[in-house]
Structures are given as structure tokens and as C-alpha cells.
């Protein structure tokens, strides 16, 4: 047997162990699609792996010799090709944000309110689309829950109970300080974070420009200037089921978000009351309308993840796949920085969330500038327009996203790969498609109701 043969046979089994990997891990996420066309690749490359064998030697070592050199050489491309370069990009002054501009704050305005005449009366840029979306039933309305009762009661149930920890986000420090080094605090809060419940958490200096400016909707008096003399953000995030998450953008999705925003919001109230009991200034933030600061921004700044094309934080573990939580405070910390891993690169190349958003409300273009960022925007009002048809908030991008694959080791060796390689970010771009479909379908819920 020649050395050709050899490396022949052997670059042969890796591609085999690949695609058998590939299968069981597409068979155990029931991923018919996948499984299907990964079992296809298998038998084939089996099939003409045996079919060598029964051809003469000299053109045996020929055809084995041939198949290592391409796989050595798309190896080495995929290794050595350029490493993934574009980070996110801050070009200009980031101003504070009015919370009063934001699309969930104009939709809790009463109709026919004194808050709701201020408002328009100062903003009629908005007053015409946002009557046009007032037109479609709320989300969660009793229009909704007929089509599913069962799952939009349990939603509603879960908001309820997030709404009424609303008040519990601050409150009295001790008087007196228990200190520590900034090194021992830190360690402490992301172990006590992460034993309530989180997943992934980051801590950075609060930046004052990701301050809401004024309270737009909360139990917090309306128009109100919001201050913080906190110094540090402590951002964390917990991860969405991958099971519910494939239901989008059915009822199954809405519980499943409300689910997380309670578990983040548990985890926030807890942690800044731990931290006032050892004498410093903390507060929650938490979802049902009391958030004084951006997340997102303040979660890249902690090194969560980075910002995609679909306008909301890609972590490199569940990708979009995620809820954040967090707490601000001037307990000394240590912050993290930044990291990038690919996401501006990938999403340039992709366009998955794009191409299946049902709104069509995440761009095609290229990136512009939005209040000193250099990024996608998404059309907020056509965004949340489908949300109020169906009845929940969508999560087509989430699903359909590469990075949102479940967090195994077939999975993760793959998001490592895209972190380093150009070409594997649009080889990986290319087999998504392939084998889960350009447009793939959601499944049943998981959860029996």
C-alpha cells in the first residue's frame, strides 16, 4: 500500500467522522432537513470510498493521492486565509437617548391622554405611522389569546409577575461597607450572577451616553431626567430555548421571552440588593418597562458579543439566542473589553435574517451611521407592526440565524472556525443554506399545552 493510499484513505475518515458527527448532531436536534442531506454526504463519500478499492492500483493511488492534496490545500486555505477584521465602529458622538421615543414607550401612551397629546404634540414625525400600527390589536390582546390561549395566558401570566417587580429594582444601601479589592468583587458578582441563573456576564464603565435622558414609560414619573452616578455596568445574559425558539412566530416564543426577561430580572433585583447590603449604590434594571440604560451597547462594552445586522447583540456562545439583564453600581470592579469574533464579517456575508424577516424589516444595504455607530439598522415601526399581527415578538431572525444553533460541540467547533477564517465564514454561510435551508421552517412546541 503506497503513502498516496494512505493519506487518501485518511483524509477519507475525517470527512466520514465529519459527517457522522453531523448527522447524530442533526438527528438529536431533530433537524430533518439536515439530517437528511448530512446522511446523503455520508453514504456518498462511504460509497466512493469503497469503490476505489476495486480499481486498478496505479490509478487507486491516483484518485487517493488526488483527493489528499484537496483537502490538504482547502485545509490550508481555510487556516490561512484572512482572519476576519471588522470590528464595531464608533465614528462620531454618541448622544442620550429620549425613552420617550422609543417604540415600546409611544405604545403605552393612553389614546386621548394628556401624555399621549404632549407627546405628539412635540413629535409629530411619529404620530401618523404610529396611529396606522394602533389600528392592528396589542400584543397579547384578547384577539391574540383566542388563537392560543393556552400559551398567550401563560405569557400574560408571566408578564403580570414581571410587572409587579417593577418597584423592587432599587432601594437603601447599608451604612456602613464591607470592601474588598475591585479583583475579590468582581469574582464575587459574576459567581453570584452566574449561580442566580446567568449564562454569560461582562462588567464595563457605565457609559453616560447609553443613559436613557428621561423616563418614557415605568413607574417612574414620565418626562423625568434620569440620573446614574453609578461607575460600573454589570451586564449579563441568559439563554433562550432552542426548542421554543423554533416556533417563531408563534405563541410558544412570546412565553419563552417573558420566561427569560423574569429569570433576568430575578437575577438583576437580586444581585443589586446583595450589593446595597454590602454598602454601595446598585440598581436593577429590568424588562416590563423599567430600563434606565441601552443594553445592548453597554453588553458589546462587557464583551458579551457584538452588535448584527439584525440590530440586537450576537453572543459567540448562543448567538442572538439570548435575554439581558443588568445591574449598575459604584462597587469597585474590574471591566472587561470588547471582543470580536467575526459577527460584522458574517453578517455582511449572510443576510439569513434578512432574507427571512416576514416584515422585510432588517436591511439588505450596507451600514449607516445612527448616532455615532457605524451599523445596520432595522425599520423599528415595520419591526414591531408584525409583532401586533401576530401576536408575539416574532424571533424569525433569532431562529433562522447560523449563530443561534444549539450550544454543543459540533456547533462551537464550527463558531470557532468562522472567528478565525474569512473563507470559512462563507463556506459555513453557504452549507447553512445547504443543509438547513434557506428558508427554514419552524417546528411544534416542545412544551405540551
Known amino acids: 500500500m503506497s503513502i498516496w493510499t494512505v493519506l487518501g484513505e485518511i483524509s477519507f475518515v475525517i470527512l466520514i467522522v465529519f459527517f457522522v458527527s453531523f ?31 476495486f480499481i486498478p492500483l496505479s490509478l487507486k493511488n491516483w484518485i487517493f493521492g488526488s483527493v489528499f492534496i ?39 401612551y393612553i389614546e386621548g391622554s394628556e401624555i399621549f397629546k404632549e407627546y405628539y404634540k412635540r413629535n409629530t414625525i411619529y404620530k401618523k405611522i404610529d396611529d396606522e400600527i394602533r389600528k392592528l390589536p396589542d400584543i397579547l390582546s384578547s384577539s391574540h389569546v383566542k388563537k392560543s390561549p393556552l400559551f398567550f395566558s401563560l405569557a400574560n401570566a408571566e408578564f403580570d409577575f414581571l410587572e409587579a417587580q417593577l418597584t423592587n429594582v432599587k432601594g437603601v444601601k447599608e451604612s456602613e461597607r464591607i470592601e474588598f479589592s475591585p479583583h475579590k468583587n468582581t469574582k464575587v458578582i459574576k459567581n453570584i450572577i452566574k449561580y442566580l441563573g446567568s449564562d454569560i456576564c461582562g462588567i464595563c464603565e457605565l457609559d453616560k451616553s447609553y443613559l436613557y435622558s428621561n423616563v418614557g414609560r415605568g413607574p417612574e414619573q414620565y418626562g423625568e431626567k434620569i440620573e446614574n452616578n453609578d ?12 426548542e421554543m425558539i423554533r416556533t417563531s412566530p408563534k405563541s410558544p416564543v412570546i412565553v419563552e421571552t417573558a420566561k427569560k426577561y423574569v429569570e433576568a430580572a430575578k437575577i438583576s433585583i437580586i444581585a443589586a440588593n446583595f450589593i446595597r447590603r454590602l454598602g454601595y449604590s446598585s440598581r436593577a434594571h429590568i424588562a416590563g418597562s423599567n430600563y434606565q440604560a441601552m443594553l445592548i451597547p453597554l453588553a458589546w462594552k462587557a464583551g458579551l458579543g457584538e452588535l448584527g445586522r439584525m440590530g440586537i447583540l450576537v453572543t459567540k456562545k448562543f448567538g442572538p439566542r439570548i435575554r439581558l439583564g443588568l445591574v449598575t453600581t459604584d462597587l469597585p470592579l474590574i471591566v472587561d473589553r470588547p471582543e470580536n469574533f467575526g459577527v460584522q464579517d458574517f453578517c455582511a456575508k449572510c443576510q439569513k435574517c434578512a432574507r427571512n424577516c416576514p416584515a422585510q424589516a432588517i436591511t439588505y444595504g450596507e451600514k449607516v451611521k445612527e448616532n455615532g455607530v457605524l451599523k445596520w439598522v432595522i425599520n423599528r415601526e415595520e419591526c414591531y407592526r408584525y409583532w401586533r399581527k401576530v401576536g408575539t415578538d416574532c424571533a424569525t431572525c433569532i431562529f433562522v440565524c447560523p449563530y443561534s444553533k444549539p450550544d454543543n460541540l ?36 416542545p412544551l405540551d399545552l
Request: proline share 2%.
Open 23 to 53: 448527522v447524530v448532531f442533526s438527528l438529536l436536534e431533530r433537524e430533518k432537513k439536515a439530517f437528511q442531506r448530512s446522511l446523503f454526504f455520508l453514504f456518498l463519500l462511504i460509497c466512493i470510498n469503497s469503490l476505489i478499492f
Open 70 to 108: 484537496v483537502i490538504a490545500a482547502a485545509f490550508i486555505i481555510l487556516i490561512f486565509s484572512q482572519a476576519p477584521k471588522k470590528k464595531t465602529e464608533i465614528i462620531g458622538e454618541q448622544k442620550r437617548i429620549d425613552e420617550r421615543n422609543i417604540i415600546f414607550a409611544r405604545f403605552d
Open 231 to 242: 461607575k460600573y455596568a454589570v451586564v449579563f445574559a441568559v439563554e433562550m430555548d432552542y
Open 410 to 445: 459540533f456547533h462551537n467547533l464550527i463558531r470557532k472556525a468562522i472567528s478565525k477564517s474569512s473563507t470559512v465564514q462563507s463556506s459555513a454561510v453557504f452549507a447553512d443554506d445547504l443543509f438547513y435551508g434557506r428558508n427554514p421552517q419552524n417546528k411544534k412546541s
